[in-house]
């Protein structure tokens, strides 16, 4: 029965979108994953998609997989690269991973221009500003 499937909640995993420079001095966009927790998280599987609309007319981008074999305790990896003709739309992370052979998946979204300064904190981990979702 589905009240006997138990209801996992992912804490103390992060998506987080960081202006950063690229090695010609260029402002780049990109997407990490942030492991908070003090266990490695393992099997990960990000899929990233960007919908909504622009200029009165429905977009929806292509969706993007990326597979991580695991992800050290309070640390981070670079997902992808993001450029800011999307930051209009809606950015969806799909998150799986398994945590102690139980698996785990939570669906972040940054919201059509939530991607902006008026946003920013300090990202913890990576020490840069950026926009997350926790």
């Known amino acids: 029965m589905i009240k006997d499937i138990p209801e996992l909640i992912v804490e103390n995993v992060a998506i987080a979108v960081v202006r950063e420079k690229n090695e010609l001095d260029e402002t780049v966009w990109n997407s990490y994953?942030?492991?908070l927790k003090d266990q490695k998280i393992e099997g990960v599987l990000v899929t990233s998609t960007?919908?909504?609309e622009l200029n009165e007319?429905?977009?929806k981008t292509s969706t993007l997989r990326h597979f991580l074999?695991?992800?050290e305790p309070m640390s981070f990896v670079k997902i992808e690269p993001i450029i800011e003709e999307v930051f209009g739309i809606n950015n969806e992370y799909w998150l799986s991973f398994y945590l102690n052979k139980i698996m785990y998946d939570k669906r972040y979204v940054f919201?059509?221009?939530s991607?902006?300064?008026a946003n920013f904190t300090?990202?913890?981990l990576i020490n840069k500003k950026g926009v997350m979702i926790i």
């Open 115 to 117: 991607i902006t300064e």
């Open 111 to 113: 919201l059509a221009e």
């Open 50 to 52: 960007g919908y909504g």
């Open 57 to 59: 007319e429905k977009v």
């Open 69 to 71: 074999d695991e992800v």
């Open 33 to 35: 994953l942030i492991n």
């Open 122 to 124: 300090t990202i913890p």
